[in-house]
């Protein structure tokens, strides 16, 4: 594997070195030049992720890699928003009683639309909007309040208990929610496991990214994920064969290395892992 800390080519007019001491705005650039795939098929995810985020999160990570491989276990990680909990619809609940709303939608409607609030396109422009988003994203309380998909704490505790064991939550809730966030899976009694933050500080361009590593990381002792987002698929490395349980998407994402489940519902979910395990 080559060390990520070297001149490699941006574009055919420019090099630029790997450095910490890039701003976002050069960050930017260079998502833009490179699809963030090549970077897990080229480099250490360790490389990576010591520029990305700070060494103690690193180290939090590798820790549980240590912990996994001494005990020889392999198991099943969980995304929590949209994959546990309902957390767009809660979102737009929260705005959508406070601003604006010109299509006359419901929170569910606008969630199936638009799926985050930053991509409506009437509120693009309104700070106020970001302002309080940011709020929440910071609130351990809202964390606490976010609803459940139902059951689906039921489920995962079977699955758990009598076919595969949960290892690790991987979510991009920033750290500065965990507590509000172990308490969210304590109420509603999830499986016990470590639960995995994204810094709070990295920059959005980079959480597909971030996730990706990260299990690159822990495989082989986790080689199963349930999430939400078709655009972690489209990251993780060639390097290892994968199993997917994209929840909640009808679309299919072609990519040989990846054995993809496509499951609409918490039930169709369950049955995938059953008839895999």
């Not at 960050?27 to 985020?53: C, G, P, T, V």
């Not at 969980?78 to 929260?94: G, Y």
């Not at 997917?244 to 519902?265: D, P, Q, R």
Request: charged share 25%.
């Amino acid at each position: 594997m080559h060390s990520i800390r070297k001149d490699f080519l941006i574009s055919e007019k420019e090099s630029l070195l790997w450095s910490s001491k890039w701003s976002t705005e050069k960050k930017i650039r260079i998502s833009q030049a490179i699809n963030n795939h090549w970077f897990l098929d080229n480099y250490s995810s360790i490389d990576i992720l010591e520029f990305l985020i700070w060494e103690k999160w690193l180290n939090k990570i590798l820790d549980l890699k240590i912990e996994l491989s001494k005990r020889s276990i392999e198991g099943l990680a969980l995304d929590i928003d949209e994959t546990l909990s309902l957390t767009s619809t809660f979102w737009f609940e929260k705005l959508l009683s406070i601003f604006w709303n010109p299509e006359n939608l419901t929170a569910s409607q606008m969630a199936e639309k638009y799926h985050l609030c930053q991509n409506v396109p009437y509120w693009k422009d309104n700070s106020d909007i970001y302002d309080l988003m940011y709020q929440f994203r910071e609130d351990d309380n809202f964390q606490i309040e976010i609803p459940l998909i139902e059951w689906t704490n039921h489920h995962y505790n079977r699955i758990h208990n009598e076919i595969i064991s949960i290892l690790s939550y991987i979510t991009v809730r920033p750290d500065n929610v965990s507590k509000g966030t172990s308490i969210w899976l304590d109420n509603h009694d999830f499986p016990k496991a470590d639960v995995i933050h994204i810094p709070h500080e990295l920059e959005y361009l980079f959480w597909n990214l971030w996730k990706a590593c990260v299990l690159d990381i822990l495989y082989p002792n986790i080689v199963w994920i349930v999430d939400d987002n078709p655009n972690l698929i489209k990251m993780l490395p060639s390097r290892y064969k994968w199993e997917v349980f994209l929840f909640n998407k009808a679309e299919t994402c072609n990519f040989w290395h990846i054995n993809i489940h496509i499951s609409e519902t918490i039930e169709d979910v369950i049955k995938n892992i059953e008839k895999l395990f």
